[in-house]
């Protein structure tokens, strides 16, 4: 039978999580592996990826995919996957802890560097800005976040983040918080939405205020490709999430033949805007 | 609330009223229930309260219960002015009540419900004795005579049951002051028999009871004194033994009520309305055949648990049959559903008003429809509110239905009148073949007169009418033919001319072999 | 015997309306106190039509909710159910190709079967309704993710499908708002004037009684629950449109928010009593103190106790004026 | 007229014990179910374990939530109540160094003084209890983020902490289960055997009665939630072990898994009546549910829609013995 590897996950329902799983489940078509996807419903639910990671070790795979939402939760398991000598992977965030033979990610807090970066360069440097967030706890959100916001309060000092608030990376009240930060802060030039559903819902309440901000969005998916044609959103973030899927089986495959890995197989972020959207390089990371 | 009553000597006792209430007024929303009542009642004396529905007779209970708080007047307890402003502050003061209502917890057992809030325990407080509550549930029992088992659900018994629960609940307490507000409303001679020896023994041992009920015959059984109610106002105080009834009736109702007496019509030629050919559901239905004719009221008497509200509630299609057929005006009919009976033109009206009977939360309008919203629709969905209103402000003025309005919710109606509602929607409805369970349960006097000449006239123009009822009296008053059931078999037949409580009561007895 | 009729005009306002004026009287103070606070911001004309669209899909679906709880029932799919109905609205017009004028009917057609599914469940498997709704959203919440593969359906295909909630009949006005208008009237008649509202208070005051009135219960809540889910699939397309797209995994959690404003609204959760005008004002409170919260940059942590507080203050307050009209 | 007394073998099992077997049979039939399917993985020691350990917490909370229920309340705060219990327990020992001795019973006396002010909330203020433990929840959740200052407070230094749910006192059984089947056991007492018990069946049965009875209905549904609390406090620890921090975010919605397991196991949403053993096995139904579907690597998507389902089934199941038995 082919071997089976199990990623475990942070979720499944967003889009980034559905293209982390289209890279993963390409790479096992590639490698004849079996290959199964699974996360929790919110970012929170620690416990029930435990319970998840538990079932997973119960099937006796080959090797596990795993992104913690909590590396230290995590650890019991982890020991016992490796005393059970089942190579462990780590996707996205990495795992705090020496047992994952590799970590295929990029980092977030780098990423939301760069969004700032291009946050400051847009708005001329200086003025008001907020941050959409679609998660107040869970590592992408807070790693997002704080990225942004460390980089601004360090590089850009006349520019002044005016207010945080978080949507649920639910486009509908992430919408109403753009419209009500447009009122709150009238003079506010730049809004950074942290995932597809803050960045779209960003770009829909502008929209329907009929206000003009510049809008950095993260990851893609059409609504924001579309955003970004019609210049409602000024350009985005993208991490690789196909890129992730599908190194993270790779790296499964190398480990259970034995070979040697790095310690980290950095997958990249891009910054795209409407320039440089059909480049083939970035259409690749790129998902609808 | 209030210190434990003080110790009195016995002669002291007799002279100073148990109870002694001055210028009580109580008003609801639109309601003025009770104004300038006064009451008392001395130790070792059965005291009928009485009144037409809604004369404020459960009202005035309630306040000396601690269930709702006087607007004005004077309580006095043993000569103690007290302020009752809970439940357990009359319970304190060695009061207490079986309400109208039965207030009993289904899911609970009998002994249960009789303890809570006493419940003996055992290992220091920490664990339920059950072995005690159920003895004394058992000694309850016993004395009553009631063969239950205290760990019976109540939800398990029939209404009857369930109100010698609360009437055993009520002896539990040992009070000085027992309230019985209609105790015997869903009793039968036997029962009520048993209830009296009790009330006796109680007056003897010097406990005062107050006693309410719309049976004549019992208020000269076992009263000292009647105090007359109407319309929220004192009336008068008279000893029972030498005040003629028809004195009271007329203090009561404040007019002289003319005595109908039935003339039986030959039905015999009559088309058959209804015939059910062996109706069988469980022990309590067994086989049990029927015929009814238009003009004629039939009643269907038996003793408690005889069967036949689940025989009336199994031809309705409110409990599935085990097995028996159905045929209306000839034609077999599958009713399977409360909903087919009434189509069919069977109408059935449960012994249960607050259960089965009235949407407790609508108002009085929206009751009297419920029936029958076919007739208050027009273009098939649009209420037609004028139309409805004026049917139920009809059957407020022929019913004589006390109430302030008929947009009063129900609930806050009293016992007799919100029977009363419940008989106004079936008029509304207008069947042909009618059941009344038990329809003048809590009904007063004057109002159950009332009702006598209704079910007359709606046989008299060619319905068919059964009524159960354990009040032998009313059996015999309004039976054309008296149908008698014992443990859910019918045991005999007698025509309304010749049924005397003799024969119907051997008949009621009469086992399977 | 005073059998004597209240007043016409006592009857149409009645004690039900006085109360609904007090209930609207702490929607006044609340948005008395955030235009104190930030009257440059709050009350501005913008803002007012941003809370009138922010109200209205959490205001359809508390509508949706009325009528069930007032049966004594509860419907904890409504939001997912919503979601549901945007997604086979996307089914229809974006993979079938069908029209708008079959889509949107289909949309709603579909609410109100799994309405009908919720009310069979109900009274003919005898499953309580919180359990029943709750299975159905599950399911429901899974079945979207499978027809969708977990993946948005866009509408940007479908011409003038956005006008259903961002188009202005009213200028300024979001059509988004006249729908919510339209359903809450349509629904205040449904409820108070037809035989279907009738038997909605009728089923929530004593079902066993009606029962026995010759009632065929289990049709009449069947049909409240199917009208409840048509009103959802409303919700859906309102959601659809505004978001140009049917996102699969939205919607749970918004029956939370739904149940709440019906409740701060005057319905009563033991069934019988309820008003759609409660409703919309108790939608209102929720969405005007969310708002108004946000613009004064209240930290979120801070806004879920704040929300937690006033809600129970207002189901409070509710409670108190109740009284003291006995 | 039959007053035999049942015999003593039929009152131990009585009605409610057979059905509870016939519930205990549909478990069962699951795990054979799952068991033929996928017997190497699914029935194995490893796999058992973890079923246990999935079912702990969630049963911990179902068994607060069926007193609740059996008073005909409903408590939407369980989970994250339980939050904020791990969370305190974090401020306790992790913040201010307080030993286990102190910090342990600390986080469960938070609990049962949340329960409280569920309790007061829903008795002196008449705010029905699904209001009253919505607003909580949203208060609480707020709180948890707030104290944490959204960061998990992790116990890693805290000696032995991590053995309340993660220790072996019975080799290869995590203490996290004894833990559960001491809480199920002690609150079976309770419900059967104390004055606390036997009230909350009478206020879910008639609580009217109650009152006219004498007995003070405040103060017995406060204690009630106050129990239910303190069980909620248990949980939070168990938790807090299992995962070695206290996590803010966490707990919403596990309410739902909870209020379903005590339906599941056949208590009645409409009060006085319920089982903890019920409670304990729709518990496990639940979670055999979930890890059986796992084990069988059924896509998620489908999980949601077959839990939905079987959700259903299992309480209309339930019904159908119950119908039998009359
Ligand atoms: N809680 C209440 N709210 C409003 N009106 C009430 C309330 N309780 C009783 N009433 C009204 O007060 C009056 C007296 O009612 P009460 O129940 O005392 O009558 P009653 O003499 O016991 O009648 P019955 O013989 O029918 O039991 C009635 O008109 C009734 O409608
Ligand atoms: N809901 C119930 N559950 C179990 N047993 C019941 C129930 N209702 C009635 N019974 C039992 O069925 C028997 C018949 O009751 P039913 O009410 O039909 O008798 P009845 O002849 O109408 O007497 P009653 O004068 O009490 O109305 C009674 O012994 C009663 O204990
Ligand atoms: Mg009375
Ligand atoms: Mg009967």
Redesign the pocket.
């Known amino acids: 039978a082919e071997p089976y590897i199990p990623l475990i996950s942070k979720g499944f329902q967003h889009q980034f999580w559905q293209a982390v799983k289209a890279g993963a489940e390409k790479a096992g078509a590639d490698y004849k592996v079996k290959v199964t996807f699974e996360g929790p419903e919110t970012e929170q639910q620690v416990d029930k990826q435990m319970d998840m990671l538990t079932a997973a070790l119960a099937k006796k795979p080959a090797a596990i995919g795993f992104a913690a939402l909590d590396s230290k939760a995590a650890i019991p398991l982890l020991k016992k996957a490796q005393a059970e000598k089942i190579p462990v992977i780590a996707f996205d965030s990495g795992v705090d802890s020496p047992i994952p033979v590799t970590t295929a990610t990029t980092d977030n807090v780098a990423a939301a560097g760069l969004a700032a970066d291009k946050m400051a360069a847009l708005i001329g440097g200086e003025g008001e800005v907020a941050v959409v967030a679609h998660d107040q706890t869970s590592t992408t959100g807070v790693g997002r976040r704080d990225g942004f916001v460390n980089r601004i309060k360090a590089k850009y000092p006349k520019i002044k983040v005016v207010d945080i608030q978080y949507g649920g990376g639910d486009h509908l009240k992430s919408a109403e918080i753009a419209k009500t930060l447009l009122l709150a802060h009238p003079k506010l030039k730049g809004i950074f939405g942290t995932n597809e559903g803050s960045a779209v819902g960003v770009g829909k309440g502008v929209k329907e205020a009929g206000k003009k901000v510049v809008i950095i969005g993260y990851d893609s998916g059409k609504d924001q490709k579309a955003m970004i044609m019609d210049g409602t959103i000024a350009g985005a973030i993208t991490q690789n999430p196909v890129g992730i899927g599908y190194k993270t089986v790779e790296a499964a495959v190398k480990a259970l033949k034995g070979e040697k890995l790095p310690k980290i197989i950095d997958t990249g972020f891009y910054w795209y805007d409407k320039t440089n959207m059909t480049d083939p390089k970035i259409a690749a990371v790129l998902y609808d | 609330m209030t210190a434990a009553p003080t110790a009195t000597s016995a002669a002291e006792t007799s002279a100073v009223p148990l109870l002694d209430l001055r210028g009580i007024g109580k008003s609801?929303?639109?309601?003025r229930?009770l104004h300038e009542v006064k009451f008392s009642l001395q130790p070792g004396e059965v005291h009928a309260l009485m009144?037409?529905?809604?004369?404020?007779?459960?009202?005035?209970m309630?306040i000396i219960a601690g269930v709702?708080r006087k607007d004005e007047g004077e309580i006095r307890v043993s000569g103690q002015p007290q302020d009752i402003g809970s439940p357990t502050a009359a319970q304190q003061l060695g009061i207490g009540i079986v309400h109208?209502e039965l207030n009993l917890m289904n899911h609970l057992s009998c002994a249960h419900n009789i303890f809570i809030g006493r419940e003996p325990r055992k290992l220091g407080g920490l664990l339920l004795d059950e072995e005690r509550i159920n003895q004394g549930a058992q000694k309850l029992f016993d004395r009553l005579r009631l063969r239950l088992d205290p760990r019976t659900r109540v939800g398990e018994l029939s209404v009857a049951r369930q109100q010698m629960v609360e009437i055993a609940k009520a002896l539990s307490f040992e009070s000085r002051v027992l309230i019985m507000?209609?105790p015997t409303a869903a009793l039968n001679n036997a029962e009520i028999d048993d209830l009296f020896t009790i009330i006796r023994q109680l007056r003897d041992e010097g406990v005062g009871i107050v006693y309410?009920s719309?049976k004549m015959d019992e208020i000269q059984r076992i009263a000292d004194r009647v105090t007359i109610?109407r319309d929220?106002q004192y009336i008068d105080t008279v000893p029972a033994a030498s005040t003629p009834m028809e004195r009271i009736i007329a203090l009561m109702v404040g007019r002289e009520l003319a005595q109908t007496t039935p003339d039986i019509p030959d039905t015999s030629g009559q088309p058959v309305l209804l015939e059910a050919r062996n109706i069988r559901r469980g022990r309590m239905v067994q086989d049990v055949s029927l015929t009814l004719r238009a003009g004629e009221i039939v009643g269907l008497a038996g003793l408690m648990g005889a069967g036949r509200t689940e025989l009336a509630r199994a031809i309705f299609g409110a409990d599935a049959r085990d097995g028996g057929e159905i045929l209306v005006r000839g034609v077999k009919q599958n009713i399977r559903s409360p909903q087919d009976a009434v189509r069919a033109g069977i109408g059935y009206l449960s012994e249960d008003r607050k259960h089965f009977g009235l949407a407790l939360g609508m108002d009085v309008q929206a009751n009297t429809g419920l029936a029958d919203m076919a007739q208050f629709v027009r273009g098939g969905f649009w209420l037609d509110e004028g139309k409805l209103a004026k049917t139920a402000t009809d059957m407020v003025q022929r019913l004589r239905i006390?109430?302030p309005g008929i947009q009063?919710n129900v609930?806050?109606?009293?016992?007799?009148?919100q029977q009363k509602v419940v008989i106004a929607k079936w008029l509304v409805r207008d069947c042909d073949i009618l059941f009344f369970d038990e329809p003048t349960r809590?009904?007063?006097i004057g109002a159950k007169a009332e009702i006598y000449r209704l079910l007359q006239d709606l046989a008299a123009q060619g319905r068919a009418i059964v009524v159960i009822s354990s009040e032998l009296p009313e059996v015999l008053r309004l039976s054309h033919r008296v149908l008698v059931m014992c443990e859910g078999r019918l045991t005999g037949e007698i025509p309304g001319a010749l049924a005397t409580q003799e024969n119907i009561m051997r008949l009621a007895t009469l086992r399977a072999a | 015997m005073d059998t004597a009729a209240p007043s016409k005009l006592k009857r149409l306002l009645g004690a039900d309306a006085r109360q609904k004026l007090l209930a609207f009287a702490s929607l006044l103070a609340l948005i008395a106190i955030f235009g104190a606070l930030k009257p440059d911001a709050f009350l501005t004309e913008e803002n007012v039509v941003g809370i009138l669209q922010a109200t209205s899909v959490n205001g359809v679906l508390a509508v949706a909710c009325t009528f069930v709880i007032i049966t004594a029932g509860i419907d904890l799919s409504v939001g997912v159910l919503m979601t549901f109905c945007s997604v086979m609205a996307g089914v229809f017009m974006v993979n079938w190709g069908l029209p708008m004028a079959v889509g949107v009917p289909g949309a709603i057609a579909v609410g109100a079967l799994m309405g009908c599914a919720s009310g069979l469940t109900i009274t003919k498997l005898r499953v309580p309704p919180f359990i029943a709704t709750l299975g159905l959203m599950m399911l429901l919440k899974g079945l979207s993710l499978i027809i969708t593969g977990t993946r948005p359906i866009y509408f940007s295909d479908i011409e003038g499908f956005d006008a259903i909630a961002l188009g202005t009949l009213i200028p300024g006005l979001p059509n988004g708002v006249l729908v919510f208008a339209l359903v809450a009237g349509v629904s205040a008649i449904v409820l108070n004037k037809t035989l279907l509202g009738r038997y909605t208070f009728a089923l929530g005051s004593n079902e066993e009684a009606v029962r026995l009135s010759g009632v065929n219960v289990d049709r009449w809540k069947i049909i409240v629950y199917a009208y409840s889910g048509a009103v959802c699939g409303i919700a859906g397309l309102m959601m659809a449109s505004r978001l140009n797209s049917a996102q699969p995994a939205l919607g749970q959690g918004y029956e939370l928010d739904a149940i709440a404003a019906v409740v701060i609204g005057g319905t009563s959760l033991a069934g019988g009593v309820g008003t759609i005008l409660g409703t919309v004002i108790g939608a209102f409170i929720m969405s005007v103190l969310v708002n108004g919260l946000r613009i004064l940059s209240v930290a979120q942590e801070w806004q879920m106790v704040l929300t937690g507080l006033i809600i129970i203050l207002a189901v409070y307050t509710d409670n108190l004026r109740r009284k003291r009209q006995h």
């Open positions: 609801f929303p639109g309601v229930a009144g037409e529905n809604g004369a404020g007779k459960s009202t005035l309630k709702y109208q507000d209609e309410i719309h109610l929220g006390k109430t009063q609930r806050l109606l009293s016992g007799g009148n809590g009904i007063d």
